[in-house]
């Protein structure tokens, strides 16, 4: 008996499994976005942008142990859990380092690098918790207002934790990395495909139009869109999709050209169907290999011409963290003996950058119909 025939998705899947590079790189881009997905669940700044600026504790090394207390602050928006998911937590106090407190009549005394700071009782309990006794105010207080909060990769100039940057870095950057990536999927696949398949003057003009595209330099013209738009995250995926989608147009157009000669386009055509719908029903799917290839290569491109962006201070906006305004902010401060500040974007950036090409080069494998 014959054995069942398997659907193509299956044997994408069974291809990639072949391939031990690109499904372990497949992985840890899976298990980045899923960790920037959640992000504001699991960083321990969960404030918006995790902006929770601690002055005290600046430049901290990795793996710090800070005790904190919480001050009132005159904030009191509030965000629902899908609304915090996506944009974080507004928080209504802020965070004042110890290393030791002392409950007095009017204040609480604060010692932190040997210096002491009074804070008012008011600024931290509640008007019914005022007139309580110094004892049980200094119980509160040490019970529910003080946290030891761990900085596993320090905190940056402004006293905010890296780590929790970095998390939402990682979302900016594959965020902005996949819009792009469909700017130029959408205007590469339209321009390619209706070059490669009606010929002409419309490949023509469209084959001027590349070449004039594909001679200027990317960040030269990303700086120029930026510059004539201005900067925002929106500006900055669409400037970085228009100057990708020369390299997919130039693979549809080729693919295109190549299959309007098969027999099933043939055949469709002689069933009186429309051109229009030949090229996306028929001709697309069958083409989709190299188009994922390019896809997964224009990926790792986008990411890295953000993080450029970013860091030569064209790109996201401070406070939105991004990995490569991280790397603007904090790579001056490795000279002084805080390495973490620089490495540890740069070398997110790197990883990332790199499993997307490994997933491209194993994509080109599994796609390559000259393999047994």
Request: hydrophobic residues 50%; aromatic residues 10%.
């Amino acid at each position: 008996m014959d054995k069942a025939v398997e659907s193509p998705i299956a044997l994408f899947f069974k291809g990639l499994r072949s391939n031990r590079v690109a499904f372990y790189s497949c992985v840890v881009i899976l298990l980045m976005t899923l960790l920037s997905l959640a992000a504001y669940l699991v960083i321990a700044d969960d404030s918006p942008n995790a902006n929770n600026q601690i002055p005290e504790v600046a430049l901290s090394k990795p793996m710090a142990q800070i005790k904190l207390l919480k001050v009132k602050t005159s904030n009191e928006s509030k965000a629902g859990f899908i609304k915090g998911m996506i944009f974080g937590f507004p928080r209504n106090y802020r965070q004042q380092a110890f290393d030791s407190l002392h409950c007095a009549t009017n204040d609480v005394s604060l010692f932190y690098a040997g210096k002491q700071k009074f804070i008012i009782y008011d600024q931290i309990l509640s008007e019914d918790q005022l007139n309580l006794p110094v004892e049980e105010k200094a119980k509160y207080i040490t019970d529910k207002l003080t946290t030891a909060q761990t900085f596993l990769l320090g905190t940056d100039k402004y006293g905010r934790s890296v780590l929790s940057r970095l998390i939402l870095g990682i979302r900016v950057s594959l965020l902005v990395g996949l819009l792009a990536v469909i700017v130029s999927l959408f205007v590469g696949v339209t321009l390619g495909a209706a070059g490669g398949y009606y010929g002409g003057w419309i490949d023509q003009v469209l084959l001027y139009f590349i070449n004039v595209v594909w001679a200027i330099p990317t960040l030269l013209l990303v700086f120029a869109i930026v510059l004539a738009l201005g900067r925002g995250m929106g500006i900055i995926f669409f400037a970085i999709g228009l100057t990708m989608w020369v390299d997919v147009a130039r693979i549809v157009r080729g693919q295109v050209m190549e299959a309007k000669n098969q027999l099933y386009v043939q055949a469709a055509k002689s069933l009186g169907q429309k051109n229009h719908l030949i090229l996306f029903k028929h001709i697309l799917p069958n083409i989709m290999g190299p188009i994922l290839v390019v896809t997964a290569a224009n990926f790792a491109t986008a990411i890295l011409v953000e993080a450029g962006l970013s860091y030569l201070g064209f790109g996201i906006n401070p406070p939105t963290p991004s990995l490569g305004n991280m790397l603007n902010e904090n790579y001056g401060y490795a000279l002084s003996g805080f390495y973490t500040l620089a490495l540890a974007p740069a070398l997110v950036v790197s990883i990332l950058v790199l499993c997307f090409n490994l997933l491209g080069s194993g994509l080109r494998d599994v796609f390559d119909v000259r393999k047994e």
